[in-house]
């Protein structure tokens, strides 16, 4: 009885909004009362309405009404707390219009602290106990508390749905599959839940690669500006000085110059900066996308998890390239230099060279190297036809296809002496120099064959394609791939393919490898710094295997 009344006063003196004892309590015109800061901060949400109202009674009030401190409201709950009586832990509290509530609680329910899957019911910590004492109860699932637990119930036959359907993509109870389900791809939600887990995690990890890749794109183009701005500066300074000596004649030049640079700088600078932007931009998408993934994956219950999978697994296709290269540039030296050359000529040359001078400030263009293509017809653009060099083939490497394919045989090809010629390893070099921008495609058959790219390097006879740090090798087995540069191996992943696409970037010391099939699937990315051209290369593992670098459009 005594416990009884204590909760009678405790709902006396609660605030209905936080549901705890009242604290600096205040009384509204219509006779109820709450919390100072409560209805304060429930008004504060309504003044953008401009209409004010109690929030049990629903009475308004024009204008908002002015709150004091009630003293003898607050000298009886400061009382009541001196005999003992206090607030609701905060897992019984009373259950809210955004809370659960529990399902067995009779009159003013308490806030649910568990779901059950099985029974389908929501339960407070009182009511919730059977479930752990009960031996039949501690096998059914609970899960974090929720208002869906209806949308686990099948609508045509009132069951629990616990199978989905892949031929369907949806949740369906065991009666379904033996009517409109029935001779489709069933399996338990519980494994399908395990499958769609995994491609979860995989588009986390592509989201924090890409992430990773852009954060390091951000700081190449923040200091891509500071060396904009350095180089400016100082092609002002030069100038300026330079200038100084010719001050009666050039003196309004040298105004023209400092507006020009500063004017190219700004320019420049917006650009680079206007793309940084939209990189922050895309990594903050690409936060938020891993944060609703990560809370999808910890989500209990399976039908809500394959129910939210399809919106929230959807990943758009980046707007920007992988990485950001950028090569060196003179930015405004070139400045500095056509004004040191103007500074030693007489009056009437300097005004006809002039021009020059303008020109050159003009120019200054800060090239960041163009993205890597995103499809095969983007990388067409830039196919360059391959044709292989006899002179470097090994004798027992066949020539074909107006030398564009190899072929092992066993009997060795009456090759003359030459002394770039392989002559240990099966290897041959391509006649064509590659520099700029390139891509080709190797088609192969057999046994295994490495794709290789190469300078034209001295004492070759005995050299294998990637065990030296003057060629880059993708060496390609049955249904694996492995990289090798300076003796390093790296072991790759991705789909098998006998067409292997080969980009380069010469300038921007990039060289990609992909597998080729209907699609395009890199395989391994070289960032580095060529310091010679490059020759495509061969090589060959045993009779039989052929290679043929493919005539692309």
Known sequence: MAQRENQLNLE??????CLDLLKDPVATSCGHSYCMNCIKGFWDEEDKKGIHSCPQCRKTFTPRPVLEKNILLAELV??????????????????????????????????????????LASYCEKHLQPHYD????????????????????????????????RTDQQSICYLCTMDEHQGHETVPAAAERTEKQKELEVRRLNIQQRIQDQEKDVKLLQQEVEAINGSADKAVEDSEKMVTELIRLIQK???????????????????????????EQEIAELKRKDAELEQL????????????????????????????????????????????????????????????????VTEVDVLLSPSEPKTRAGFLKYSH????????????????????????MKQQQSYSY????????????????????????????????????????????????????????????????????NNV????????????????????????????????TLLHRVQTTFTQPLYAGLWLWGDGVTAEFIKVR
């Open 253 to 279: 030049r040298s105004s023209d110059v400092k507006q020009q640079v500063r004017s190219q700088q700004e320019t420049e600078v917006s650009r680079v900066k206007e793309l940084q932007e939209k990189l």
């Open 12 to 17: 006396k003196f609660s605030c209905s909004i």
């Open 134 to 165: 009960a031996a039949p109860l501690k096998k059914h699932k609970l899960v974090a508390p929720s208002k869906k637990l209806q949308e686990n119930i099948c609508s045509r036959h009132d069951e629990v749905m616990k199978i989905f359907c």
């Open 297 to 360: 994956s910890h989500t209990e219950d399976h039908s809500q998890f394959l129910h939210n999978y399809p919106s929230l697994s959807a990943l758009s296709e980046s707007t920007h390239s992988s990485s950001i290269n950028i090569g060196p540039l003179r930015y405004f030296e070139d400045v500095t230099a056509a004004v040191s050359e103007t500074r030693d000529k007489l009056q009437d040359i300097l005004r006809e060279e002039w021009t020059n001078i303008s020109l050159t």
């Open 385 to 408: 036809e391959i044709t292989l060099d006899s002179n470097t083939a090994h004798r027992k490497l066949l020539l074909s296809e107006g030398n564009r394919k190899a072929t092992f």
């Open 418 to 485: 030459h002394p770039y010629r392989f002559t240990v390893n099966f290897q041959v070099l391509s006649k064509e120099i590659l520099t700029g921008r390139c891509y080709w495609e190797v088609e192969w058959r057999g046994g295994g064959v490495c794709v290789a790219a190469a300078y034209n390097y001295s004492s070759r006879a005995g050299s294998l394609f990637g065990y030296n740090d003057k060629s880059w090798a993708l060496h390609c087995h049955a249904n694996s791939y492995q990289f090798w540069h």
């Open 78 to 119: 400061e009382q009541l707390k001196k005999t003992g009586l206090q607030a609701a832990p905060a897992d019984h509290c009373y259950a809210g219009p955004e809370d659960v509530a529990c399902d067995v609680c009779s009159g003013r329910k308490l806030k649910a602290i568990k779901s059950c899957l099985s029974c």
């Open 489 to 520: 191996q790296t072991d790759l992943t991705g789909p098998w393919s006998y067409r292997v696409g080969v980009y380069l970037d010469h300038r921007a010391g990039i060289l990609s490898f992909y597998s080729v099939s209907e699609t395009m």
